[in-house]
């Protein structure tokens, strides 16, 4: 054995001699071409391939997008099969990642892989109070014989999985529209299908309208449609629409671009704030019968007496605003600037026209006031309905305020919904406690009364329409007498 190591060490000693002897005294086109097939015969006993994702592009002036979604993918991945972790904290919760020192073995249609993470050690004095930041990366390691296979397949399906998983974890954001910008704030709202209180089966439809449409791309693609659905929400307030909205986003896992129509001016600003509209978003306009502009109907309504006048005392509250030369009055103007064909352009023109899945949702009070146009089936492909609580959206909201499956009282609570109308919101509020420890029971009773009284107000205000009717009716007989004494006068 000692005299193996001997010759081994004598003939590695004669090698580096050589190589100095060439550095040395050859020139260096000779020295490049040694390293040259000294490289090659390395990767004759070398058959691995290896590939680098850096975490920044450049001089840490860009973050590369490919290290988030692998980070994403492989931190998914590797928690469950490595056995030192690392933990941190992200946006208030604990994410573990496996630590920097260990590798994760992968595996893809039998092909198998191997990943680290990796640093290159920061060699720069920093003269600032920051530390020098060292360069990291992923290294993917795998044979050469699978190249092709790694570099389209696997690394596909790795960018896929590790951006579905990216978007499944981000914070969403809801933003508002300042004239042409967008200001955005996190997006936190607990509803959700299951604390909506709806007619389930309309609920059921909807749930499902949503699914095949956020699987669809194929077919959008196919039929040579943009990949967009919109939503008309409609009823009376209070009924759930904008929780609705919430709830939609919540469970697509989208942002939301709430536009405010009235801080728009046409065209330009409309086209620019849709510009900045990503993908996998939903753009909510509510009230959108709020725009005089928007509705048809309407302009030809405000030729009626009774909108005459309306427009008449608009008008003079306008001047009156622009007496004061206020930025409110300004504004007030800017509403009138809004016009239908500009809505429909923003939905049918570039808004088509950019990629990625979206949904438009209009909520108003009142369906029957919108511009058919603006409602047509294309534009608005679902009409929705939020009406009256029922006895189902009832147990939902009980469920949701009370924790309450079922009581007694149910029964009755039943019966007067059936009979009389009463909006979630209101029923929502009565069975709130307004003051500590009130038990169940008594917040039931107040529905209870509360409905009673909202009974017993529409049975009055009938019993007052059907009085009028009935003077009404009398008056006519009169008259039609008086004018019959009259031609018997005259005749
Ligand atoms: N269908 C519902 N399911 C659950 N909660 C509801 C429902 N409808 C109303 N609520 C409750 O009432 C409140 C008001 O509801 P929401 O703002 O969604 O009504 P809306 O239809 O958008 O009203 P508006 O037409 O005035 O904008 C919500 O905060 C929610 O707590
Ligand atoms: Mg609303």
Same mark, same amino acid.
């Given at each position: 054995?000692?005299?193996?190591?001997?010759? @081994?060490?004598?003939?590695?000693?004669?090698?580096?001699?050589?190589?100095?002897?060439?550095?040395?005294? *050859?020139?260096?086109? &000779?020295?490049?071409?040694?390293?040259?097939?000294?490289? =090659?015969?390395?990767?004759?006993?070398?058959?691995?391939?290896?590939?680098?994702?850096?975490?920044?592009?450049?001089?840490?002036?860009?973050?590369?997008?490919?290290?988030?979604?692998?980070?994403?993918?492989?931190?998914?991945?590797?928690?469950?099969?490595?056995?030192?972790?690392?933990?941190?904290?992200?946006?208030?919760?604990?994410?573990?990642?496996?630590?920097?020192?260990?590798? /994760?073995?992968?595996? /893809?249609?039998?092909? $198998?892989?191997?990943?680290?993470?990796?640093?290159?050690?920061?060699?720069?004095?920093?003269?600032?109070?920051?530390?020098?930041?060292?360069?990291?990366?992923?290294?993917?390691?795998?044979?050469?014989?699978?190249?092709?296979?790694?570099?389209?397949?696997?690394?596909?399906?790795?960018?896929?999985?590790?951006?579905?998983?990216?978007?499944?974890?981000?914070?969403?954001?809801?933003?508002?529209? *300042?004239?042409?910008?967008?200001?955005?704030?996190?997006?936190?709202?607990?509803?959700?299908?299951?604390?909506?209180?709806?007619?389930?089966?309309?609920?059921?439809? &909807?749930?499902?309208?949503?699914?095949?449409?956020?699987?669809?791309?194929?077919?959008?693609?196919?039929?040579? =449609?943009?990949? =967009?659905?919109?939503?008309?929400?409609?009823?009376?307030?209070? @009924?759930?629409?904008?929780?609705?909205?919430?709830?939609?986003?919540? /469970?697509?896992?989208?942002?939301?671009?709430?536009?405010?129509?009235?801080?728009?001016?046409?065209?330009?600003?409309?086209?620019?704030?849709?510009?900045?509209?990503?993908?996998?978003?939903?753009?909510?306009?509510?009230?959108?019968? *709020?725009?005089?502009?928007?509705?048809?109907?309407? $302009?030809?309504?405000?030729?009626?007496? $009774?909108?005459?006048?309306?427009?008449?005392?608009?008008?003079?509250?306008?001047?009156?605003?622009?007496?004061?030369?206020?930025?409110?009055?300004?504004?007030?103007?800017?509403?009138?600037?809004?016009?239908?064909?500009?809505?429909?352009? /923003?939905?049918?023109?570039?808004?088509?026209?950019?990629?990625?899945?979206?949904?438009?949702?209009? @909520?108003?009070?009142?369906?029957?006031?919108?511009?058919?146009?603006?409602?047509?089936?294309?534009?608005?492909?679902?009409?929705?309905?939020?009406?009256?609580?029922?006895?189902?959206?009832?147990?939902?909201?009980?469920?949701?305020?009370?924790?309450?499956?079922?009581?007694?009282?149910?029964?009755?609570?039943?019966?007067?919904?059936?009979?009389?109308?009463?909006?979630?919101?209101?029923?929502?509020?009565?069975?709130?406690?307004?003051?500590?420890?009130?038990?169940?029971?008594?917040?039931?009773?107040?529905?209870?009364?509360?409905?009673?009284?909202?009974?017993?107000?529409?049975?009055?205000?009938?019993?007052?329409?059907?009085?009028? @009717?009935?003077?009404?009716?009398?008056?006519?007989?009169?008259?039609?007498?008086?004018?019959?004494?009259?031609?018997?006068?005259?005749?």
């Amino acid at each position: 054995m000692g005299e193996i190591w001997d010759l @081994t060490g004598s003939k590695l000693a004669s090698i580096l001699f050589i190589w100095a002897m060439v550095q040395k005294f *050859c020139p260096y086109q &000779i020295h490049d071409f040694i390293k040259k097939i000294s490289n =090659k015969l390395a990767s004759l006993f070398d058959p691995y391939v290896e590939v680098r994702f850096f975490e920044y592009i450049g001089d840490f002036k860009k973050i590369n997008e490919a290290f988030s979604v692998i980070d994403h993918y492989l931190t998914s991945k590797s928690t469950n099969q490595s056995k030192k972790l690392q933990g941190e904290f992200v946006k208030n919760s604990l994410v573990l990642k496996t630590d920097e020192r260990e590798e /994760f073995h992968d595996e /893809f249609e039998g092909i $198998k892989v191997v990943w680290s993470l990796r640093k290159i050690v920061s060699q720069t004095k920093s003269v600032s109070f920051r530390p020098p930041k060292d360069k990291r990366y992923y290294n993917l390691m795998f044979h050469r014989g699978h190249r092709d296979f790694v570099t389209k397949s696997y690394l596909n399906h790795v960018l896929e999985q590790g951006k579905n998983i990216g978007l499944s974890k981000r914070q969403r954001k809801l933003y508002t529209n *300042c004239k042409a910008k967008w200001s955005r704030v996190i997006f936190e709202h607990p509803a959700s299908f299951e604390t909506i209180a709806m007619d389930p089966k309309s609920k059921k439809e &909807i749930v499902d309208d949503l699914i095949r449409f956020s699987k669809s791309k194929e077919y959008y693609a196919r039929i040579g =449609k943009p990949w =967009k659905r919109g939503y008309l929400l409609y009823g009376p307030p209070g @009924t759930g629409k904008s929780s609705l909205v919430a709830a939609i986003a919540n /469970f697509l896992k989208y942002d939301i671009y709430d536009i405010e129509l009235t801080n728009v001016k046409p065209n330009a600003e409309l086209r620019k704030l849709l510009i900045g509209i990503t993908s996998k978003s939903v753009v909510v306009i509510e009230d959108i019968d *709020c725009s005089l502009d928007l509705t048809g109907q309407r $302009k030809t309504n405000l030729e009626n007496g $009774k909108e005459k006048e309306e427009k008449k005392d608009m008008n003079q509250v306008v001047a009156s605003l622009h007496e004061l030369k206020s930025e409110a009055a300004i504004e007030n103007q800017k509403i009138s600037q809004v016009t239908l064909s500009g809505l429909l352009n /923003f939905i049918d023109g570039i808004w088509s026209a950019s990629p990625g899945e979206r949904l438009i949702i209009f @909520t108003t009070n009142y369906a029957e006031r919108l511009n058919h146009a603006l409602i047509r089936r294309g534009r608005m492909d679902m009409h929705i309905e939020l009406s009256y609580c029922g006895f189902d959206g009832f147990k939902i909201l009980a469920m949701n305020y009370l924790n309450l499956e079922s009581h007694f009282l149910f029964e009755t609570i039943r019966s007067l919904l059936e009979e009389t109308n009463m909006i979630p919101a209101d029923v929502a509020e009565n069975l709130m406690p307004k003051v500590t420890n009130e038990d169940v029971e008594t917040l039931l009773e107040r529905l209870i009364q509360a409905l009673r009284s909202r009974k017993e107000e529409a049975e009055k205000k009938e019993g007052t329409s059907g009085e009028d @009717t009935s003077k009404e009716e009398a008056k006519d007989a009169e008259d039609k007498e008086f004018e019959e004494e009259i031609e018997n006068v005259k005749s």
